[in-house]
C-alpha cells in the first residue's frame, strides 16, 4: 500500500468526461508535477477543491482539465487521492494515466482502490463487494439491493449473527471453567436452542432464487409447439421486431433473447424454437436447445393458440414442463376461441391474451412483476455470503449435536468453524487469497 496507484475510472469509449485516479501517498507531489492552474503555485493545491487547469507534460499541453485533491482520511481509499476530469475518450484519458505511471505511480489493479478502502478500514469486506453490484446493477431493485449493502444492511446482519454466537461461545466457556456451577445438562439446555434459533435465523436469509433475480434478473423461457405466437408475444413485449414472426411453423430455430425491467424488476425473455419432432437437423438442435431453456428458466411460459383446438402436442408439453416453475399463456384471444380454460388441467397460473393487442398484455407484464419482485429487507444479496451464511448454519447444526450426543469441549470447535464462514462475509481476518478473488472481479478503476 505504499505505493502510489493510478488508473482511469471512468469506462472506456467517447464520453463528455473522462477521470483518471491517483491514490497513495505521492498523489499530491504527482498532480503538482502534472496539473497547472493558471496564476497558481503549483503546490499551493487546496484541499477537496474542484480546480480549473491544464495537464501538462514539460511544455506540451495534454488537455484543459478540472482537478481535485482530496487529502486523507475524508476520501474513497482513506489515503490522499487526486482526480483529473479530462475530455472524455481513449487518447485523452491514457495520455494522462501514461503521465501519472512516468511520474511514479504503479497502474491499479482490479477493485484496487476498493481494496484499499477495505484495509484501511472505511468499508467492510461485503460493502466492498456492494460497491461491485452496485456498479453492475440492472435494473432498480438490483441497484437498492446494492445500496443497502453498500450502507452496511449485510453488515449489520451478520455482525449481529456473530454477537449471538460469542454470546454461546462464552456461555459454552463458562460451562467448561465452572463444572461444579453449570452441569452439561444445564449448558446444553440453554445453548442448543440459542445455536438452533441461530442456525434457523441464517437459513432463513438464504433465499438463493432472490440472489440469482438480482444478479441475472428473471429468467423466462416462452415455449410451445410451433406457430403458436411465441416470438409474436416476446416482440410484443419488447415493443420492438426482435424475432421474425411468420404464419409458418418453425420459423423460430435458435433462442431470441431481449430485456425488460417493468417497475424495476429486470426480466430476461427467452423465445425459443417451437417444440416438435422434426428431421430438419437445424430445428432439431433448436428444441434441444429450448428444452435446455425451459429447464434452466426461473418461469416458463407454456404458450398455447386458444383459437386452435388443443393437439397432443400441447397436452405432451404440459406434462413435460408441469415440472418447471409454469405459467400458461391463452394467445390469440383477439380470435374466437375453439376451447375452454376451464379443460386445462389445474395446478397452474393461467393468462389470457393476445400479442396483437397491446393493451391485453398488462396482466402478463404484471405476473411477470410479481415473479422478479424480491423482498426489500433481503440480508443476503450475493452468492459468495449465501455459502459462507449456510455454511455458518451447518456448522451450528453441528455445534449443536455435538453439545447433545458428544461433549462441550467438542463442540468449541463446530463453534469456531461458524464463527470463521460469518467473518468472511464481513472480511475480518480473511486471507490474502480469499481479498484476490472477490477484488479480481472488479473493474479497474474502482
Ligand atoms: N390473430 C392473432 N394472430 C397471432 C397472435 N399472435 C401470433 N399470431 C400469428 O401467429 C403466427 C405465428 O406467430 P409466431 O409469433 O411466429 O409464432 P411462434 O412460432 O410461436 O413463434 C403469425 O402469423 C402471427 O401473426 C395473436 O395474438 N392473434
Ligand atoms: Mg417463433
Not at 405459467?327 to 376461441?337: E, G, I, W
Amino acid at each position: 500500500m505504499a505505493e502510489t496507484i493510478a488508473a482511469i475510472a471512468t469506462s472506456p469509449g467517447e464520453g463528455g468526461i473522462a477521470i483518471v485516479r491517483i491514490s497513495g501517498e505521492r498523489s499530491q507531489e504527482v498532480l503538482s508535477r502534472i496539473f497547472r492552474r493558471p496564476g497558481k503555485a503549483p503546490e499551493a493545491f487546496p484541499d477537496h477543491r474542484l480546480c480549473y487547469g491544464h495537464v501538462m507534460e514539460d511544455a506540451e499541453c495534454i488537455d484543459e482539465a478540472m482537478a481535485v485533491l482530496m487529502l486523507a482520511p475524508a476520501t474513497y481509499t482513506r489515503e490522499d487521492v487526486a482526480e483529473i476530469q479530462v475530455h472524455g475518450g481513449f487518447a485523452v484519458a491514457s495520455r494522462v494515466l501514461k503521465l501519472c505511471l512516468k511520474h511514479g505511480c504503479r497502474l491499479a489493479e482490479p477493485g484496487e482502490f476498493t481494496r484499499r478502502a477495505f484495509l484501511n478500514g472505511r468499508i467492510d469486506l461485503s460493502q466492498a463487494e456492494a460497491v461491485m453490484q452496485l456498479i453492475s446493477a440492472r435494473g432498480e431493485q438490483a441497484r437498492r439491493a446494492a445500496v443497502s449493502q453498500l450502507e452496511g444492511g449485510t453488515s449489520a446482519f451478520i455482525r449481529e449473527a456473530s454477537d449471538a454466537l460469542y454470546a454461546i461461545q462464552a456461555g459454552i466457556a463458562a460451562a467448561i471453567d465452572y463444572p461444579e456451577e453449570i452441569s452439561e445438562e444445564e449448558a446444553a439446555s440453554d445453548l442448543s436452542p440459542r445455536m438452533l434459533a441461530l442456525a434457523q435465523k441464517l437459513e432463513a436469509a438464504c433465499d438463493e432464487r432472490a440472489v440469482r433475480i438480482l444478479r441475472n434478473g428473471l429468467t423466462v423461457a416462452l415455449c410451445g409447439r410451433p406457430n403458436v405466437g411465441k416470438s409474436s408475444l416476446l416482440n410484443a413485449l419488447l415493443g420492438e421486431e426482435r424475432a421474425i414472426v411468420t404464419s409458418l411453423p418453425g420459423t423460430t430455430r435458435d433462442l431470441v433473447e431481449g430485456e425488460i425491467s417493468p417497475e424495476g424488476c429486470l426480466i430476461r425473455l427467452i423465445d425459443t424454437a417451437g417444440m416438435r419432432e422434426t428431421d430438419d437437423p437445424v430445428e432439431t438442435v433448436g428444441v434441444t436447445r429450448a428444452r435446455r431453456a425451459a429447464m434452466e428458466a426461473d418461469l416458463v411460459l407454456l404458450v398455447l393458440d386458444v383459437s386452435s383446438p388443443l393437439t397432443e402436442e400441447d397436452r405432451v408439453l404440459l406434462t413435460e414442463l408441469s415440472d418447471c416453475p409454469l405459467a400458461v399463456v391463452l394467445n390469440k384471444s383477439d380470435l374466437a376461441p375453439a376451447f375452454r380454460e376451464d379443460t386445462l388441467p389445474k395446478g397452474f397460473p393461467i393468462l389470457t391474451l393476445s400479442a396483437h393487442s397491446p393493451e391485453t398484455l398488462s396482466v402478463l407484464r404484471d405476473f411477470l412483476v410479481s415473479r422478479a419482485k424480491v423482498s426489500d429487507r433481503l440480508a443476503i444479496t450475493q452468492g459468495r455470503h449465501l455459502d459462507a451464511a449456510r455454511r455458518a448454519a451447518a456448522a451450528l447444526r453441528d455445534a449443536e449435536r455435538t453439545l447433545r450426543e458428544t461433549s462441550l469441549d467438542l463442540c468449541t470447535l463446530d463453534l469456531d468453524r461458524a464463527q470463521a464462514a460469518l467473518a468472511e462475509i464481513t472480511g475480518d481476518n480473511v486471507e490474502e487469497t480469499l481479498l484476490d478473488r472477490v477484488f479480481s472481479e472488479f473493474c479497474v478503476g474502482k
